[in-house]
């Protein structure tokens, strides 16, 4: 089993997982987050590229992400072609959960608390994911699972909503970073040991930055 060409070449499918969390992954589904308001700690903020523009991209996302497989794509899919209005609804859904978490966590790195309105829609989609999750029998202890279909539409946010509620409720918070490059704004959790990961990815914004800081340098001396 293969997928078409023009379902891997979606924007969303093609996406960096460089934040190392699934979330913040979810988060970076834009070309960049723009700050409306330049020095201010509210967050405000505009996309630049909107990477989730349908319910088949939160599908090719997730499938990148190695969340569902060829089998699941193929079923959502078609499941979506079946009942197209749940699906745009879901797929607005995702776009209310990626803006959300990235509401609340460029507040959370400013210092302030995250907004009420945010911290609704995290809730809500954490309820609903777990409303999905069942004790079942393990070796030797109890462990949790999805009762629901792995294919099921809306499969894909709820691991995005569990993951974002270990993120905020667990992990290291000062380690959570957007990143300065132009017009980029990705969030990342800087993992490093000594804390000193500044880009989302060196390849990208890091190596723009160099370029520039060495023009600089060179403009500078050929001035003196």
């Not at 969303?12 to 997982?17: L, P, T």
């Amino acid at each position: 089993m293969s997928l078409p060409q023009h379902f891997l070449d979606r924007p969303s499918a093609k996406a960096k997982h460089v934040a190392g969390r699934l979330c913040l992954d979810f988060v970076n589904l834009v070309g960049g987050w723009r700050d409306a308001e330049p020095g201010s700690k509210q967050g405000r903020f505009s996309i630049r590229e909107d990477r989730l523009t349908d319910y088949l991209d939160i599908v090719a996302w997730a499938f990148r992400a190695d969340l569902i497989n060829e089998t699941q794509v193929k079923r959502m899919t078609t499941e979506a072609a079946r009942r197209p209005d749940d699906a745009t609804k879901i797929w607005k859904r995702g776009q209310r959960l990626r803006d959300a978490i990235h509401s609340a966590a460029t507040r959370i790195e400013r210092g302030i608390a995250p907004e009420s309105g945010a911290l609704d829609v995290l809730s809500e989609e954490i309820s609903r994911a777990w409303s999905k999750q069942r004790l079942t029998s393990g070796s030797p202890n109890l462990i949790w699972s999805t009762e629901a279909d792995p294919a099921s539409l809306d499969a894909p946010l709820a691991a995005v909503a569990l993951s974002t509620e270990e993120f905020f409720t667990s992990a290291d918070l000062t380690r959570l970073h957007s990143c300065p490059g132009d017009e980029c704004g990705w969030m990342f959790e800087d993992t490093s040991r000594n804390r000193s990961r500044r880009w989302c990815d060196m390849g990208d914004c890091g190596n723009t930055a160099k370029v520039r800081e060495f023009r600089s340098r060179q403009s500078g001396a050929r001035r003196t």
